[in-house]
């Protein structure tokens, strides 16, 4: 405390003290309303009592008002700023409200006045690595654990961290060790099912969330992760008994509600997800990853008009505005635009820079664009980087990896890059940051490729497309402005060289063998129907059907029945899920004469797989953009004639191409070449377009 003020009388100090000792006793026992009480009446009369002032701030702090809290512990500081604990607690509430390089600051001074603070060092760390500074937040870690070997915490964050930076090996040593200072902590060993659920490890990840559960059976977020690796592990039953029962606990688990709501997606109980999520994003606080799993699942659902569809969307917009407002947080603030800027700096937004299918359609563009023009920085949430990972890493001028950074840290970083378009390539997709996007880091910002609708973003500026997929009046059902290129939003290079075209394997099989490999949440009821109707047309033809989800054993019993209540025999179906490689996946296509698109969500990637593998694939062009890719690429492959307009129209069309064997065999032959020289394979032109339309964004 500063020298110049006037010491209390004895009897005061005595009357002083009491009141402080009734205080922290009560506050140590949680009744933070007395501890306020007292610190205020010890403030009354003394009004510059550093300890009340920073006991009052932290107080508030654990009373939800972390801004009055921050403020008392400053003016605390302020009076006495040789307390490393005052430091210590205002780096902390600070961090909860967002202002990270002011809590970096704090916990920085801190650790200067005691070098040996090893929480100091552990919550540093923790700031280290939501602002994306992943060696220093590595290196505070270490030292936190040199400073307090036992601190199971840090042991575990660390090796979160790790896990985060993929690397597998230093983050499971972390965890273990965490575990075996504290067997009875059930974090890490939830923590190292994760791990191994990332690598694909699915028996040994459920063995160790169970043994996490027993351990704390009324832990909310350990039931998700136990659902989560059964449901990865295609056990959707069970996994979602393992949702439900994290519900039970906490009804307000966002993690909990986002999950059961993809589980129940996956397992096709499309109706009963969109309930669920509907009724948690009106009853929760605003959660994104909520808002995500409902608006991603509309669009499987062929009952939601498009008004209905933009409405909802519209309203994640206004409730994320609202959010940002009611924190007081204030969007980036961007200079003068100068609209014939020589080089323009574009910035993409992307969990899935790897292998993914977003990567077909992203790698051409990278590839080709013009340099002079453009410069290009990513921004990269992918949690696995594998080889595509480096080719991106290669072709892009700027890299930054971005997870676990929060939205704030992420959002000045791009502001720091004065980055003039930025791109989001997720949309409503796992690891989006739509969320960060809200705060409008760059002036001028767009969504392509990931998702197929709008973002509800009433700061998202444009949507990329096409007039195909989005012909004239959609603008309407957007948020955004629709920027239409003209040769096709998409242009498809395989990834990895794929095997040759194999002859069509209809005259040795002895029978058309129809198929679809899309992901198996496309293919709805009514789908099924039409292709069982499409078999009882073409007697002895067979179907493949091919997708992750069949793993699961309802789902595969499911099917069979379907297919059985339409009088179509098990021996002329086979289902397949997930195969141990790309190329026994690709090998399928040896097997099919005729793809069968699915609706009202068409393929992308799995129908330009198919038109490669010489295989023509079949789509019903719906009302909207998720229905009408598949046109799209038809359109742009010069495959107009595969496009059907209605269900009659699409078992016409699979019955000619079924009924003239030589002339699908010389498509089969020739789709390959035809690919090549199509609009949707012309990167360079691609290119050019997608630049132009750069250019146009700007300029407007």
């Known amino acids: ?176 060790a965490a575990f075996d200072l504290n067997p009875g902590y059930a974090e890490p060993l939830a923590n190292l099912g994760v791990l191994l659920r990332g690598q694909g490890r699915q028996q040994e990840a459920a063995q160790y969330c169970r043994r996490a559960v027993e351990l704390s059976p009324d832990n909310p977020e350990l039931w998700t992760h136990l659902g989560t690796t059964l449901v990865k592990g295609w056990q959707l039953r069970e996994g979602s008994e393992c949702y439900q029962r994290a519900l039970e606990l906490d009804p307000q688990n966002s993690t ?25 994003v009106k009853t929760a606080a605003f959660d994104g990853k909520i808002w995500d799993c409902l608006l991603f699942t509309l669009n499987y659902n062929l009952s939601i008009s498009r008004q209905q569809s933009l409405e909802l969307s519209r309203q994640f917009g206004e409730a994320l505005q609202t959010e940002r407002a009611r924190h007081g947080v204030q969007p980036c603030q961007h200079p003068h635009r100068d609209p014939e800027k020589a080089q323009l700096r574009i910035g993409f937004v992307s969990a899935d820079f790897r292998t993914h299918s977003c990567a ?184 493949l059907l091919k997708a992750k989800q069949l793993a699961d054993v309802d789902v595969h019993a499911g099917v069979l029945r379907h297919f059985q209540t339409q009088g179509i025999e098990a021996q002329r179906l086979t289902l397949l899920a997930q195969l141990p490689s790309r190329a026994d996946h690709f090998a399928q296509y040896h097997h099919i004469d005729i793809a069968l698109d699915p609706f009202p969500y068409n393929g992308t990637t799995t129908t330009c797989e198919a038109l490669w593998m010489g295989v023509p694939v079949v789509s019903l062009c719906g009302d909207r953009h998720a229905g009408r890719v598949g046109a799209s690429l038809l359109n742009h492959a010069g495959l107009p004639r595969l496009i059907a307009h209605d269900e009659a129209d699409y078992l016409r069309i699979a019955r000619e191409l079924a009924s003239d064997l030589p002339a699908l065999s010389a498509l089969r032959d020739n789709l390959r070449g035809q690919l090549q020289g199509s609009a949707l394979c012309d990167a360079p032109g691609f290119a050019r377009a997608m630049g132009a339309a750069f250019d146009a964004m700007w300029r407007s």
């Open 256 to 280: 909990a509600l986002s999950a059961m709501g993809n589980a129940l997606r996956e397992s096709g109980d499309i109706d009963r997800s969109l309930e669920r999520l509907r009724r948690s």
């Open 360 to 543: 077909y359609f992203l790698l051409p563009l990278f590839e080709h664009i013009d340099r002079d023009r453009f410069e290009l920085f990513c921004y990269s949430g992918t949690e696995h980087p594998d080889e595509v990972t480096a080719r991106f890493q290669e072709l892009s001028d700027h890299w930054h990896d971005t997870l676990g950074r929060t939205d704030r840290a992420l959002a000045d970083t791009i502001s720091a890059d004065s980055i003039d378009i930025l791109v989001d390539l997720s949309g409503h997709t796992n690891g989006n940051r739509l969320t960060m996007m809200g705060l409008k880091p760059a002036p001028v910002q767009a969504t392509w490729l990931g998702y197929p609708n709008t973002s509800g973003l009433l700061n998202m500026d444009y949507r990329i497309t096409d007039d195909t997929a989005d012909p004239h009046g959609s603008e309407a059902f957007h948020t955004e402005k629709l920027q239409q290129l003209d040769n096709g939003f998409l242009c498809f290079q395989p990834l990895t060289p794929m095997p040759d075209v194999a002859p069509l394997p209809a005259p040795q099989a002895g029978h058309i063998t129809f198929g679809c490999m899309n992901n198996f949440s496309k293919v709805t009821g009514e789908v099924l129907d039409l292709w069982a109707k499409l078999l009882c047309e073409l007697p002895g033809s067979r179907l």
């Open 1 to 176: 405390m500063a020298a110049t003020r006037k010491p209390l009388s004895p009897k005061k100090q005595q009357k002083i003290d009491g009141i402080m000792r009734r205080a922290v006793a009560a506050h140590q026992a949680g009744d933070l309303t007395t501890a306020e009480r007292s610190y205020r009446k010890v403030l009354k009369e003394v009004p510059h009592l550093a300890e009340a002032l920073h006991l009052l701030g932290l107080a508030r702090f654990q009373q939800g008002d972390a801004e009055s809290g921050a403020q008392l512990i400053e003016r605390a500081v302020a009076i006495d700023n040789r307390n490393p604990l005052f430091y210590y607690n205002l780096g902390n509430v600070q961090k909860s409200c967002g202002q990270l390089l002011a809590a970096k600051k704090a916990q920085q001074q801190a650790l200067a006045l005691q070098p040996r603070y090893a929480e100091a060092a552990a919550n540093l760390g923790g700031i280290h690595q939501a602002l994306g500074e992943y060696d220093e937040a590595i290196a505070q870690y270490q030292n936190a654990i040199v400073l307090n070997p036992r601190d199971v915490f840090t042991h575990n964050n660390l090796g979160t961290l790790y896990r985060q930076r993929n690397n597998n090996e230093q983050a499971e040593r972390c965890y273990r």
